[in-house]
């Protein structure tokens, strides 16, 4: 029980906030637009991440993957994909005030300092207090997007399409990554590979996704496939020079995700544009 006590606190936290969710979700009729909002704070909150996580400002101990790197990064994508995010949609949802915008923030707060304590997170160059600072600005942010995706601000939809790609694209390739057979690796990387891989994916999908964005929201079709096809070349050439390793076939292993993720991206580009008052 000891040994594994870590994942308990963690699992605790992703029952909570996915009731929350649930509800927030169950009670309001608009949920296309509660949806994309979801899915934008999320990006919001991965693309605020990423330089801390690069630069090691905390770890994360679940105890729930076996390799260390790993569980690094499933406890980033827990507290910046349902955690955090969770709680500050259903304060936009329900327009709820300052004051519950503080009373959330000491939430988390708390809980940090209780992670800390107990040993299941572990703060480096990173403070408490930040922590406080940044997720209640945060919590004003959501409230903003939400408004404008009420109101449809044509460069918030964008944004829109954006973060939701880059979060979905995202999470397939943690999955991916916990198969093992897929890593970006450089050849004189041979100390902790799996950190390198995070951080060269996280600056790697935000160039990849606005690039897919940008080319998906146009009208011409032949410019919707560049990223693609784009993609699959650099694929190939970056195997080629061993900085992506691949165990198995490349057609059954990374193609399917890389086909899913652009096929995704002008999905969601054709729901966001489309009325989201209506749903």
Known sequence: MKKNQNRYYYMGLVFIHSILLFFTFYRKSNKKTIFFTFLSIIGLAFHFEYPLYISKAYKYRTKMLREKEQDNSLGSILSQGLFVPSAGIFISVFQLGWKIKLLFTLYFVLIERFFVKVKVYRNKWWKTSYTGIFIFLYFFISDAWYKGLKKENKNLLNLTVYHSSHVIY??????????????????????????HHYSFVKVYLVVKTAFTTLCVTQRNNWIKLLPFGMTVISDFILIKYKILRVKGSYGTIVFPIRIT?????????KLVKRRLTEG
């Open 170 to 195: 995202m999470c397939l390739l943690f999955l991916l990554s916990l198969s093992k057979k897929f890593r970006y690796q450089p050849k004189l990387v041979t100390f902790n590979p799996w950190y």
């Open 261 to 269: 993720a652009h096929v995704l991206t002008y999905v969601i580009n």
